[in-house]
Each structure stands twice: as C-alpha cells, then as structure tokens.
C-alpha cells in the first residue's frame, strides 16, 4: 500500500521548459490536491480535483494546468516554467469520510533556472 | 477573506519548557481548524483537530471562537517535537480544500 506516490522528487528545469509533475494514489480517495511550499508563504492551494474529470483553480493557479483522468492519477503540468514557480510542490488526497484529512505526499522539489 | 496567520516562523524552547504555537484565522461561518506537522525527512501529516478535542503526543489545542484561535499547546517539550507545524482552516465546501498558516518551525534544545 504505497499511498501517495510523487514522481520525480527533485527535477532542474530551464526557464520556458514544460514538465509535469507526476502524483498517483491507491487509497481511493476521490479529493485530490496540488499545493505549493514556500519559505515564508506556508502552503498554498495550487489546483484540485473532487473526482475524475472534475478540477478547479486554487490560490495561485497561474502557470500551472491539471487534469484528472483517473481516480488514481493528478498531474500537475508546468506548460512554461518561470523562476516565480521554484519551489517544493506537494500531493494531497483525502476520502469523503475524512475530507479534511489530508495524506500528503512526499514531495518534488523543482529548481526552474 | 478566509486566512490563517501563525505570527512566528521560528520558536526555540528548551527541552522541558512549555510550548504554545500561535495560529489566529479569518473566516466567516463555523470554521473547522487543524494542525498539521512535518518531521524532518518525513511527510506533512495530521496531528490533530478541533472537533476531536483530543491531546496527540501530549499537544492540545483549543478553538476560541471569541479570539478567532487555535493555539497549539504542550506543557513540557521534548527534543522529538522538533518540527514545522502548519495551522490550517478548512475552506469552503468539504472537499479537502485547505487554507494553511505561513508555518513555524519549533526548535527544542537539550
């Protein structure tokens, strides 16, 4: 039971390059979440997702897009990458039962030069 | 505007002293808070919330509506509390949407 699972953990990127940011669970939980972790800035809510095919916008979702497929799945797309999105991003998922439980991944840390 | 604010980004106690972790909100309604906290090289994970009015790993936290808080309180620290502690509020609807604190980060000397 791996949980939450977020690929890659640390990734380099050039300013302008695209990536995206893998996060996949197996727990069945229908509530996904991107958030973004800046010294200073605490957590910030980036995308989320309240089941398959459905997402929508959070604090600071310039820059970034979302798509959910899947239950299982959550990417997180940097079309254009800025310095501005330097930063260490985390997966969240929770379950109708416990919606405000968060399981967090481990997190990828991105370095955009 | 629903916000969290944790006034302190660093707390430094020594071990055995009381602890009290800040965190006031903003939020229009029945707020529903949490804490949640980061050990060094482990993951972000729930250590405890409001409505289960319960003590986890001998921190307790009380919601003063009044004073629009949710202080996060030991009496005697140890060295293994060491660790970022994040308050957060629940946004709207009930969809694991959180609004977190700017975090701190509590140190405990021997």
């Known amino acids: 039971n791996a949980g939450v699972t977020q690929t890659p953990k640390f990734q380099v990127l050039k300013t302008g390059q695209s990536m995206t940011l893998q996060c996949a669970q197996d727990?069945?939980?229908?509530?996904m979440s991107w958030y973004r972790q800046d010294p200073g800035m605490g957590l910030r809510l980036i995308h989320y997702?309240?089941?398959?095919?459905?997402?929508d916008q959070g604090e600071v979702p310039n820059g970034y897009n979302v798509s959910r497929s899947t239950t299982e799945d959550f990417p997180l797309r940097l079309l254009s990458a800025a310095p501005s999105q330097t930063s260490v991003y985390f997966c969240?998922?929770?379950?109708?039962?416990?919606?405000?439980?968060?399981?967090f991944g481990a997190g990828s840390r991105l370095t955009v030069l | 505007a629903q916000r969290v604010t944790q006034p302190e980004k660093l707390l430094s106690v020594f071990k055995g002293a009381p602890v009290e972790l800040k965190c006031n909100y903003s939020?229009?309604?029945?707020?529903?808070l949490f804490w949640y906290v980061q050990y060094s090289r482990q993951r972000l994970q729930l250590l405890l919330r409001?409505?289960s009015r319960e003590s986890i790993k001998g921190f307790t936290a009380d919601l003063n509506k009044g004073e629009t808080s949710f202080h996060l309180k030991k009496p005697f620290a140890q060295e293994e509390d060491s660790a970022m502690y994040y308050c957060?509020?629940?946004?709207?609807?009930?969809?694991?949407?959180?609004?977190f604190g700017q975090g701190t980060t509590l140190q405990v000397k021997p």
């Open positions: 969240a998922t929770s379950g109708s039962s416990g919606a405000n439980v968060l399981t």
């Open positions: 727990m069945n939980h229908e509530y």
């Open positions: 997702s309240v089941g398959a095919g459905i997402t």
């Open positions: 939020y229009s309604g029945s707020p529903e």
């Open positions: 409001h409505i």
């Open positions: 957060a509020l629940r946004g709207s609807g009930n969809t694991g949407k959180l609004i």
